[in-house]
């Protein structure tokens, strides 16, 4: 039924009414514009830091995050790095320990100018670790502070420990060497240093907790290791 008190009488009262609908109009049309504008916010491209690094707002269903993302390609790679070096710490040590234990210190190691950039990829590593965001009980933290509070109270300590770069002290005595002739130190002396590098395989188990993707190809390593040191003994038994 229609209620004859809502129908308008005057042309002001028409002109208002169609004032109310011309608004109405004009904002689901800014409503309109503005979801436009976010969506094709939303499907810009996304920049090389973002993309690589993680870092930055969030773009679409990559998460935001105001350090160094740990699932980033960035961070990958570098977990990845670090599992294929240890892998190589792990098949070369027990070969240096049966095979050049005892040489003099001054016998140049073949591998002394790789050994140089493993130890200085782990140093490196242990500077990126601070501005790299952690999961902590199901929470992302990537406040710098509580990282660095986090990596200190956790395992910065176990990386100092077992990065202590030994080819920067067998690279020192190689240039004693060649400038003076002999050493100012005994050979037990190195390698007493020396003892510190297998160490480093302790860091595996770091490895298999932070990638986990990791652990079949370390297992072959981990096997592999065993068997080259069953070789030295036998050779040497």
Partial sequence: ?????QVPETEDE???????????????TAVKSTAKEGGA??????SWVKRYFGYGPRHREVPASRLIHPSSPFAVFLSTMTGLLLMYTA?????????FWKVEPCQKMSTMEFDIFVDSFFL??????FFIGQTVQGKYVDNWREVVVLYSRGFLLFDLATSFPVSF?????QSICQADGEPDFSPSSLRLVRVIK????FKL???????PCARPCLGKAAYLLTDLSRSANATFS
């Fill in 1 to 5: 039924m229609l209620d004859w008190a």
């Fill in 205 to 211: 188990v770091k490895v298999l907790k932070v990638c």
């Fill in 14 to 28: 028409m002109s208002e009414i169609d004032n109310r609908r011309r608004l109405k109009l004009l904002a689901r």
């Fill in 91 to 99: 098949i070369v040590t027990p070969i240096t320990v049966a095979f």
């Fill in 169 to 173: 002290v067998e690279a020192y005595v």
């Fill in 41 to 46: 916010r939303e499907g810009s491209e996304m």
């Fill in 124 to 129: 490196v590593e242990i500077f990126i670790t």
């Fill in 198 to 201: 297998p160490l480093r395989l």
